[in-house]
């Protein structure tokens, strides 16, 4: 990102847009709590993902739109490459809590407790196979291809996980009538919060209760004195 934003950008120091990327990449762990709650207790898995898996399309077609020079000035191509970025941030800190989750609701435990291995198996193969691709081929396409009159394609280079993601969204929606989709049952945090929280206030309102009682036997020793 930081060759990019050199090269395509005008950016010959990029300090403070890498501080920003990482404020982004933190931002997107964080999302990842509170989208769960809202998956959790709202929404559901299987539109939470839907719905930041759209998001995600948008932040990488952004991101795509920003790196096209000769269409889009300086400024507007830092402000959509940053846009981009949030969007790509809202979206997998969306999308990661829910997907190994919604797969693992699929099964029946602990009847299929084989089956849910080898599910986690070929899902955690394919993530980092599909890293490992990404990181072979992404290079590839932003040097080695010619597009739009530049000596490089960054945009080809965002386009593609834009499309490759937006097929993936369509294979998962034509799959909606094979799934098992449960009915929201609320968050755990949000449980574990709540129930802290009700003892705090049990256990301050019954020692307030105990004070007043020792104050006012107190208060009736004093008298009969």
Known sequence: MSDYLKKCQKSPNCRAYDKLIKLINLKAIFSIYYLAIIADSWWGKFHTILWLSIVYV???????????????????????????????????????????????????????????????????????????????ITPILRED????????????????????????IIFFVMGKFLYKILPNQGNMLVKVSRCISVSSISYKLIYLKKLSMQHAVKTRSAEKE
């Open 145 to 168: 291809v010619h597009c739009l009159g530049m000596d490089d394609c960054y945009p080809l280079a965002f386009g593609v996980p834009a499309v490759l993601m937006m097929a993936a």
């Open 58 to 136: 948008c932040g990488s077609a952004t991101m795509a739109l920003s790196a096209v020079e000769p269409w889009i000035d300086v400024g507007g191509a830092r402000a959509l490459t940053l846009t981009g970025l949030f969007l790509i941030a809202l979206g997998s800190g969306g999308i990661k809590p829910c997907v190994a989750a919604f797969g693992a609701e699929q099964f029946k435990m602990p009847e299929q407790a084989r089956q849910v291995a080898t599910f986690f198996s070929i899902f955690y193969f394919s993530i980092n196979a599909g890293s490992l691709i990404s990181t072979s």
